[in-house]
C-alpha cells in the first residue's frame, strides 16, 4: 500500500507528477547519450576492419593468437588477484584495529589510512620509482629484482585501493552485534573462537564486496601499471598503447572488451551477494564496543603504525622527490620541478583539473541527487524507473579506460550531433560524472530512502508541490550527503587518469593526465610535483569542506542534534 | 437517508494490485460532519480505501464523489482534503511554526495572515508554547497533534487520518481520541479515520465500516454493529463472542443443544442448521441444581483484567473450545468462582445473533 502502487492511465496527473514524468524521461537520454550509446560503439568498433567494415569476431581471433597481446590478460589477472589478497587481508586487521579493539589514536590512523584517496594513483608509483627504482635507496631489498613490474604495480596498487576496501570493512564491522560477543563469552569460547566464529562471519559479506571492488580497481587500473609496469603489460597499457602508440582502434576496443568481461562479472557477483545480504542490524542489535586487552591491543597498534609508516613513505617520498634537486646526486631543496619543463603541459594542465574538477562536482551533484530522488520517490512510470536504475548502476563495472575509449569512438564520429563536445572541456565533465556515477548514486538513494515516504503525500494535500518541498525539505534534510557527494566527484576528478587519458585536448590537458606524461618523458621529478599539487588541492578542498561542513550544517541541521 | 447530506459518496469502488485484490466493489455514504472509521485488520484495503480518497491510490475503477464532486479521477492536490499519517510525516528540519505554516504558504497569505493562522491551531492543539521547537524535541503524541495542526491549516473540508494512533503508548492513545474526539464535535469537519483497533473505533466513531479482504462487512453505529453483527466475522472481530451450535426449530424457536430458546429465526427455514453467536458478558450463572434448566461447565481458567474476569469454561456447549464469560469484578456471586469450580450456564436470548452455516 504505498505510494508506487500501480497507477493506472486514468487518473489526471499533478503537475508535480509531469515534472517527474518529463525528468524520468530526460535522464534515460541522457543515459543513452553517454553511456549506452558510446558503448555500443565500442562494441561495433571492435567488430570492424580498420577501413569500417564489418568484420564479426575476426579481431577477436587475432587477438587470441597473439600471444604478446593475450599474456596481458594473465598479468593483469595476477596482479589483481595478489593486491586484492594483500589488500583484503590488511585492510581487515586495519578496519579490526579500529572497531573491535582499544587501540589509542584511533581517529589519526583513520585519517592516515584514507590520505591514499587524495593523491592520484600513480603517486604512489612514483614514490616507489624513488624507493626502489634504478636509483632507489631501498633498492637492494627487492635483492635483484625490479620494482618496474609486478611488485612495483602490487605495491603501488595496495596503497591506493586500502582505503576503499578499509571503508567497506569498516562499516560492516561496526554492524557487529554486541549480543553475539556476549553470547561467545557466557559460553565460554576462547578469544581466537571468538573471532573466527562471530567477527569473521559477521563481515562476510564486507569481505566479498571488498574483493570484488579491488580485483576490479586492480584489473582495470591504468595509471600504476603505466608509470610503475615497464615491460610487464596489463589489458589497460595494452589497450593505451594500441590506440595512441599504434594508431590501431579496432585492437584498441577488442582489448576493452576483453577488459570489460571480468569487470562486468566480478559486478554482477558482487550485486548478487549484497542482494542475500539481509539487514544485519536489526533495530534490536546492540553495538559492540571493545573491552581492552593488552597483547592484541599492542600487537595491532604495532600494525597500525606500519601501515602509517608506509602511508607516509609513500606520500612523503613523492613530496621529497617533488622538491629535490637531482636525485640522487644533489639532494638540495628546490621548487624548479613547480616550474614544469614542458609547455602546456604545467600549471595550465593544473588550473584545468580544478575547472574540470568543480563542473564535475557540481553539475554531477545536482544530476545524481536529483536523479536519485525521481527514482525513488515518483509515481509514475515505475517500468521507466527500474530501467533508469539499473542503468545507474552500470558506470560502476565500466573501467575508466574502456569508458574514455567509447567516448573517442562515439563522439569523434563525424556524423553524431554530439560531435562538438569532442576535445573540450565537456566531454571531460560528461565522462567523469559518468564514470563515478554509481557511488554517489547509490549514497544519494540510501540518504533519501530514509525520508519518511509520506512527505510527498502531504505536500501534495497541502497543495504544495513535490518541487518546491524537494527544495525546502529533502535538498536541507540531505545536504550532509549532498556535500559528501560533492567531495567525493571532486577529489576523484582530481584524480581520475583512466577516464580522462583519451578524452583531453592541447587545451584541456589535466594535472593527472600531465603527470604521467613528465613520468614517460623522464622527468619524474616534475611527475611527483604534479601529483603533489593534486593532494595540496584536495587536502585544500577536503579542509574547506569540513570548514563548510562545521558551519552551513550547524545551521541547517541543527533539528538534528537537539 | 436525505441524499443532499451525502457529502462523500463512493460508488462500486475496485482495486487490484497485479495479483492481489485490495478492494471489491466498496460502495459507501458519508454524511457532512460524521466522524466515521474505517475498521479492519492489517491487510482488509481500510488504507488502500483511504488513500483511493485522497488520490495518492488509483482505483482500478468506480467513481467518488466529494460535495457532487466527481474527484476520482483529480489527482491529489486537486482534491479537498487534510491528511494525517501514522508517521505523521512531520518535516524534521522545519519547526513546529513552520510545519504548520507549510501548506498556508504556498497559499499566497501574507505574513500577518500566516502568523495569525497557525497561532490559533496551536493554541486549538495546546502547544503554543513549542512554536519554535522541532518535530524531534516534541514527545508523539505532540508530534501527532502537529501533524492534525497542519492538516487543518489549510481549513479542508475532508479530514483523512491513517492510524494516527497506533504509533503512541496505551495512555496518549486514549487520551488523543478524546482529544480527537473533541475537536471534531468543535469543527463538525467531516472525518474519517484508518484503524485496526477496535476498541478506538467503537469509542470514537459515530459510524463503522467494518472491512475485511477489500469488502465492507458492516456498516452502522458502534452500538448496532455491537449488539447486532451482521455475519460471524464481524461479531468475532469486534469485541469477544462465543460461537455455539444450534438448529432452528420454528420461527420463533432456537434449539441450541437441547435447549429451546424463544428467539427471531424468521429469516431461517425450519431445521437448519446455524451459528450462534453470544457475547461474553450476556452468559449467565445460575444457581439451580436441576440440570435440565441450563448446561454446565467446569472453570479452566480465569484471567484477571481489571474491572471484569474473564472466565474460561469447558464445557459440552462448545465441544472444540473454551466458553468466555466475562463477569464484572463487583457483580456479587454466592458461590465463589474458582479453577475447577463447577457452574450452571444460562443462555439467554439477550445479545444473541445467529448465522448461516458456512459449510
Redesign the interface.
Known amino acids: 500500500?504505498n505510494?508506487f502502487?500501480?497507477?493506472?492511465e486514468?487518473?489526471?496527473?499533478?503537475?508535480?507528477?509531469k515534472i517527474g514524468k518529463v525528468l524520468v524521461y530526460i535522464y534515460l537520454l541522457l543515459f543513452f547519450c553517454f553511456l549506452i550509446l558510446p558503448l555500443i560503439a565500442l562494441m561495433s568498433k571492435s567488430m570492424q576492419n580498420s577501413d569500417g567494415e564489418f568484420i564479426g569476431l575476426a579481431n577477436f581471433a587475432i587477438y587470441l593468437k597473439e600471444p604478446a597481446l593475450f599474456s596481458s590478460f594473465f598479468n593483469s589477472l595476477f596482479v589483481a588477484v595478489i593486491s586484492t589478497v594483500i589488500v583484503v587481508i590488511l585492510g581487515f586487521l586495519y578496519a579490526f584495529a579500529l572497531q573491535c579493539t582499544c587501540i589509542p589514536l584511533k581517529g589519526f590512523f583513520r585519517l592516515i589510512a584514507l590520505v591514499p584517496l587524495l593523491s592520484p594513483s600513480i603517486l604512489a608509483a612514483i614514490a616507489l620509482v624513488y624507493w626502489f627504482g634504478n636509483q632507489g635507496i631501498l633498492k637492494s631489498m627487492l635483492m635483484g629484482n625490479s620494482i618496474y613490474g609486478p611488485i612495483g604495480i602490487i605495491m603501488a596498487s595496495v596503497y591506493w585501493t586500502f582505503p576503499h576496501a578499509l571503508m567497506i570493512l569498516s562499516t560492516s564491522l561496526s554492524l557487529s552485534d554486541a549480543r553475539l560477543y556476549e553470547a561467545s563469552e557466557v559460553l565460554k569460547a576462547s578469544k581466537l573462537k571468538t573471532f573466527l566464529t562471530v567477527t569473521v562471519p559477521g563481515a562476510k559479506y564486507g569481505i566479498i564486496s571488498t574483493t570484488f571492488v579491488v580485483f576490479t580497481q586492480v584489473f582495470t587500473d591504468f595509471g600504476v601499471p603505466k608509470v610503475i609496469g615497464g615491460n610487464y603489460n596489463v589489458l589497460a597499457t595494452d589497450i593505451y598503447r594500441e590506440v595512441v602508440g599504434m594508431q590501431n582502434f579496432q585492437m584498441g576496443a577488442v582489448i576493452s572488451i576483453v577488459l570489460l568481461i571480468p569487470a562486468l562479472l566480478a559486478f554482477a557477483m558482487d550485486q548478487y551477494s549484497r542482494k542475500k545480504q539481509t539487514a544485519q542490524l536489526t533495530s534490536r542489535a546492540v553495538v559492540y564496543s571493545p573491552k581492552p586487552d593488552k597483547l592484541r591491543d599492542t600487537i595491532l597498534l604495532i600494525y597500525c603504525l606500519i601501515i602509517t609508516v608506509y602511508v607516509v613513505m609513500m606520500i612523503g617520498m613523492a613530496q621529497f622527490g617533488a622538491l629535490v634537486k637531482f636525485w640522487p646526486y644533489n639532494l638540495s631543496l628546490t621548487l624548479e620541478h613547480y616550474n614544469f619543463e614542458v609547455a602546456g603541459l604545467g600549471w595550465n594542465s593544473f588550473f584545468n583539473s580544478i575547472r574540470m574538477s568543480l563542473y564535475t562536482a557540481f553539475f554531477g551533484t545536482i544530476i545524481i541527487f536529483i536523479g536519485s530522488y525521481i527514482i525513488e520517490k515518483m509515481r509514475s512510470d515505475k517500468k521507466m524507473r527500474d530501467v533508469l536504475q539499473l542503468i545507474a548502476l552500470m558506470p560502476m563495472a565500466i573501467p575508466g579506460i574502456v569508458l574514455g575509449l567509447s567516448y573517442i569512438f562515439f563522439f569523434n564520429m563525424a556524423d553524431n550531433p554530439l560531435n562538438f563536445m569532442y576535445a573540450t572541456m565537456s566531454i571531460l565533465v560528461v565522462n567523469t560524472v559518468v564514470h563515478f556515477y554509481t557511488v554517489s548514486h547509490l549514497s544519494s538513494i540510501t540518504a533519501i530512502k530514509k525520508l519518511?515516504p509520506?512527505?510527498e503525500?502531504?505536500?501534495?494535500?497541502?497543495?504544495?508541490?513535490v518541487y518546491?518541498m524537494f527544495v525546502?525539505?529533502t535538498l536541507?534534510?540531505c545536504l550532509p550527503t549532498v556535500f559528501d557527494i560533492f567531495i567525493y566527484l571532486f577529489c576523484n576528478a582530481m584524480t581520475t587518469v583512466s577516464g580522462v587519458i583519451f578524452l583531453y585536448s592541447y587545451n584541456t590537458t589535466l594535472a593527472s593526465v600531465s603527470s604521467i606524461h613528465l613520468d614517460e618523458q623522464g622527468d619524474v621529478a616534475g611527475a611527483a610535483a604534479m601529483a603533489m599539487l593534486i593532494v595540496y588541492i584536495s587536502f585544500l578542498v577536503r579542509g574547506i569542506h569540513s570548514l563548510i561542513s562545521v558551519s552551513v550544517l550547524k545551521r541547517?541541521?541543527?533539528?538534528?542534534n537537539? | 437517508m436525505n441524499k443532499e447530506a451525502n457529502y462523500l459518496k463512493i460508488h462500486q469502488l475496485n482495486k487490484s494490485f497485479e495479483q492481489f485484490t485490495a478492494l471489491e466493489d466498496v460502495s459507501i455514504n458519508i454524511q457532512k460532519g460524521e466522524f466515521v472509521c474505517f475498521l479492519g485488520p492489517s491487510g482488509c484495503g481500510k488504507t488502500t480505501l483511504l488513500r483511493c480518497i485522497a488520490g495518492l491510490e488509483t482505483q482500478s475503477s468506480g467513481t467518488i464523489l466529494q460535495d457532487n464532486r466527481l474527484i476520482s479521477r483529480l489527482p491529489t492536490s486537486k482534491r479537498d482534503f487534510g491528511i494525517v499519517f501514522q508517521s505523521y510525516a512531520l518535516f524534521p528540519n522545519l519547526s513546529c511554526f513552520e510545519n504548520i505554516a507549510y501548506g498556508l504558504k504556498n497559499q499566497r497569505w501574507s505574513k500577518y495572515a500566516v502568523s495569525t493562522r497557525v497561532e490559533e491551531l496551536l493554541e486549538l492543539i495546546g502547544l503554543s508554547s513549542h512554536a519554535k521547537k522541532y518535530p524531534s524535541q516534541l514527545s508523539g503524541g505532540e508530534q501527532q497533534r502537529v501533524a492534525l495542526a497542519r492538516a487543518l491549516a489549510t481549513s479542508p473540508s475532508l479530514l483523512l487520518l491513517d492510524e494516527p494512533l497506533s504509533a503512541l503508548d496505551a495512555k496518549v492513545r486514549v487520551y488523543l481520541r478524546q482529544e480527537l474526539k473533541n475537536l471534531h464535535r468543535r469543527l463538525g469537519l467531516t472525518t474519517i479515520m484508518v484503524t485496526h483497533d477496535q476498541e478506538e473505533a467503537l469509542s470514537i466513531a459515530d459510524r463503522i465500516f467494518v472491512m475485511k479482504d477489500g469488502r465492507i462487512m458492516q456498516s452502522g453505529s458502534p452500538e448496532e454493529i455491537y449488539a447486532n453483527p451482521d455475519n460471524p466475522f464481524v461479531a468475532n472481530f469486534i469485541g469477544m463472542t462465543n460461537f455455539l451450535e444450534g438448529i432452528v426449530k420454528g420461527p420463533m424457536q432456537l434449539d441450541i443443544m437441547g435447549k429451546i430458546i424463544a428467539f427471531d429465526c424468521k429469516s431461517f427455514h425450519e431445521g437448519e442448521k446455524v451459528k450462534v453467536a453470544i457475547r461474553p458478558e450476556a452468559i449467565e450463572f445460575t444457581q439451580s441444581s436441576k440440570k435440565e434448566d441450563g448446561f454446565s461447565g467446569n472453570v479452566v481458567e480465569i484471567e484477571f483484567l481489571g474491572s471484569f474476569r474473564r472466565i474460561h469454561i469447558e464445557t459440552s456447549l462448545m465441544p472444540n473450545e473454551l466458553m468466555i464469560v466475562d463477569k464484572p469484578i463487583l457483580e456479587k456471586s454466592k458461590k465463589k468462582i474458582k479453577i475447577g469450580s463447577e457452574l450452571n450456564i444460562n443462555i439467554s436470548s439477550n445479545f444473541l445473533n445467529i448465522y448461516k452455516k458456512d459449510k
Open positions: 500500500m505510494i502502487g500501480v497507477i493506472s486514468k487518473i489526471a496527473l499533478d503537475q508535480s507528477d519518511d509520506e512527505f503525500s502531504v505536500s501534495l494535500s497541502l497543495k504544495v508541490p518546491k525546502r525539505v536541507p534534510v541547517t541541521q541543527a533539528w538534528r537537539i
